[in-house]
């Protein structure tokens, strides 16, 4: 299985700040990578696809980049409802995976 | 708006099956691949396997033995069996569907139910 993994896995920051969040696949994905949003109790909420896609509805604060191996989500001016857990996921190869998360924190 | 909905028993025996449907309403289970994630209290996620609305299957291997999907398109549900479980498998599991396109993607997620294996 291809191993993804972010980091960092957990880090503070405060509102308006520029944040990015990396992930890396133990082999090359292409561009098949989507960046997931999880606040507690709650389901996951699709934020990106195809890498750099914004899904539809979600705040253009939010961006993503990369390909092949390595890749970022950066939130661009951190507001309240940013803070939680973010995850990545692959969807080049059986099974998907996804890494363990970035847990986003009020500082 | 599409809505998925899990529905099962909260607490299943260890060795014995924990079964759980997906209930899809505001929209078609047709045309569309639908996926099974689960999620142990305070980890991560892991994909468990999807079925396309024509019937066919993919699972994640670590659970391939034990894994069984089935879909009822005239209910607009789709189901999963996960056989001889054990502690490990206490988790939230998630229904969700792929975005239109055949991508692996998730867009639509039910709110999760949680599977508690304990005697």
């Known amino acids: 299985a291809i191993r993804m993994t972010q980091s960092p896995s957990s880090f503070s920051a405060s509102t308006g700040d520029r944040v990015t969040i990396t992930c890396r696949a133990s082999?090359?994905?292409?561009?098949?990578l989507a960046w997931y949003q999880q606040k507690p109790g709650r389901a996951p909420k699709l934020l990106i696809y195809?890498?750099?896609t914004l899904q539809s509805g979600v705040p253009s604060r939010f961006s993503g980049s990369g390909s092949g191996t390595d890749f970022t989500l950066t939130i661009s001016c951190l507001q309240s409802e940013d803070f939680a857990t973010y995850y990545c996921?692959?969807?080049?190869?059986?099974?998907?995976?996804f890494g363990q998360g970035t847990k986003l924190e009020i500082k | 708006q599409v809505q998925l909905q899990e529905s099962g028993p909260g607490l299943v025996k260890p060795s014995e099956t924990l079964s759980l449907t997906c209930t899809v309403s505001?929209?078609?289970?047709?045309?569309?691949?639908w996926s099974w994630i689960r999620q142990p209290p305070g980890m991560g996620l892991e994909w468990i396997g999807y079925?396309?609305?024509?019937?066919?299957?993919n699972y994640n291997p670590s659970l391939k033995s034990r894994l069984t999907m089935s879909v009822d398109t005239s209910k607009n549900q789709f189901s999963l069996r996960l056989s001889s479980v054990t502690a490990a498998d206490t988790a939230v599991y998630y229904c969700?569907?792929?975005?239109?396109?055949?991508?692996?993607?998730?867009?639509?997620w039910g709110q999760g139910a949680l599977v508690t294996v304990s005697s």
């Open positions: 996921q692959q969807y080049y190869g059986y099974p998907y995976t």
């Open positions: 195809a890498a750099s």
């Open positions: 082999q090359g994905i292409s561009s098949y």
């Open positions: 079925i396309y609305y024509s019937g066919s299957t």
């Open positions: 505001g929209g078609s289970i047709s045309s569309y691949y």
């Open positions: 969700a569907r792929h975005i239109s396109g055949a991508s692996n993607v998730f867009d639509y």
